[in-house]
C-alpha cells in the first residue's frame, strides 16, 4: 500500500510564495515520476509541474519562470516553490506519483488527496 501525502498550502495575497510539500510512504521499489497538479473549481486538473527519475523537470507554461519543482531522493519527497502567485493560481493542489511497489510489477500512479492554495487580489 503507498500513502501520499501533501501539505503547505493556505492562504497569500497575490505576488506572495508558498512552498507545497508531498511524501510518499509504503511500499515503493523504485519512483519513475512525482508531480503537481492542480484543479480550480469547474475546471479539469492540469499539469503544473512534474520531475523525472533522473532529475528532468516539466513545467505548465503558466508556471515558467514562478514555480520550481524540487526533489529529496532519501526521503521520496517532492516540493513546489510558488512564487509571484496570482489569483488565478487558487485551485486544490494535488500530487502524484508513479511509482513500482516491486521489481516486476508495473508503474502504478498514486494521487494525494490534495491542499487547497488561495491567492487574494
Known amino acids: 500500500q503507498v500513502h501520499v501525502v501533501e501539505s503547505g498550502g493556505g492562504l497569500v495575497q497575490a505576488g506572495g510564495s508558498l512552498r507545497l510539500s508531498c511524501a510518499a510512504s509504503?511500499?515503493?521499489?523504485?519512483?519513475?515520476?512525482m508531480g503537481w497538479y492542480r484543479q480550480a473549481p469547474g475546471k479539469q486538473r492540469e499539469l503544473v509541474a512534474s520531475?523525472?527519475?533522473?532529475?528532468?523537470?516539466n513545467y505548465a507554461d503558466s508556471a515558467k519562470g514562478r514555480f520550481t519543482i524540487s526533489r529529496e531522493y532519501t526521503k521520496i519527497t517532492v516540493y513546489l516553490q510558488m512564487n509571484s502567485l496570482k489569483p488565478e493560481d487558487t485551485a486544490v493542489y494535488y500530487c502524484?506519483?508513479?511509482?513500482?511497489?516491486?521489481?516486476?510489477?508495473?508503474?502504478?500512479?498514486?494521487w494525494g488527496q490534495g491542499t487547497q492554495v488561495t491567492v487574494s487580489s
Open positions: 509504503g511500499t515503493i521499489f523504485s519512483i519513475n515520476a
Open positions: 502524484n506519483v508513479d511509482l513500482r511497489t516491486d521489481w516486476a510489477a508495473r508503474v502504478s500512479s498514486h
Open positions: 520531475i523525472a527519475s533522473g532529475g528532468s523537470t
